[in-house]
């Protein structure tokens, strides 16, 4: 069981990742289940921030993409987006300090990801904080 915040942010990557493979693939799904497979006590901040991405996945996309740099975020991998539209979502909607949003993300991205999606994900969300 997940117990500080950074590992709760590794069950909401996990669950939005599993999330797009199961929409991919045309797999019927529950986003409680899901998350329940992974963090069997349940937690509001896991809850509220995956049910958020889901809610608002069209907007976050459109956000991203307006930031990423000749790039659009369906060609990053499932990984790299689930960490994008995380950090987004809590970087915009919710009250968690900036730095710590941006942060998190990274830290996530440089466990998961490569350098270069590391580094295009910390620029998109500190631009993305820069003009809040």
């Given at each position: 069981?997940?117990?500080?915040?950074?590992?709760?942010r590794k069950v909401i990557m996990t669950s939005l990742y599993q999330i797009s493979v199961y929409k991919s693939n045309k797999i019927k799904y529950d986003i409680k289940s899901v998350i329940k497979e992974l963090q069997e006590v349940e937690?509001?901040?896991?809850?509220t921030i995956v049910f958020g991405v889901e809610d608002n996945i069209e907007e976050l996309d459109k956000i991203a993409n307006k930031y990423l740099k000749d790039w659009t975020i369906d060609r990053l991998g499932k990984t790299d987006q689930a960490i994008l539209r995380m950090g987004l979502y809590e970087l915009l909607y919710t009250d968690?300090?900036?730095?710590?949003?941006?942060?998190?993300?990274?830290e996530l991205a440089k466990e998961y990801s490569d350098d270069k999606v590391k580094n295009m994900i910390n620029?998109?969300?500190?631009?993305?904080?820069?003009?809040?």
């Open positions: 069981m997940a117990e500080n915040r950074s590992e709760l937690n509001d901040f896991v809850n968690t300090p900036d730095i710590v949003c941006i942060n998190e993300a990274v620029a998109v969300l500190d631009s993305i904080m820069k003009d809040k």
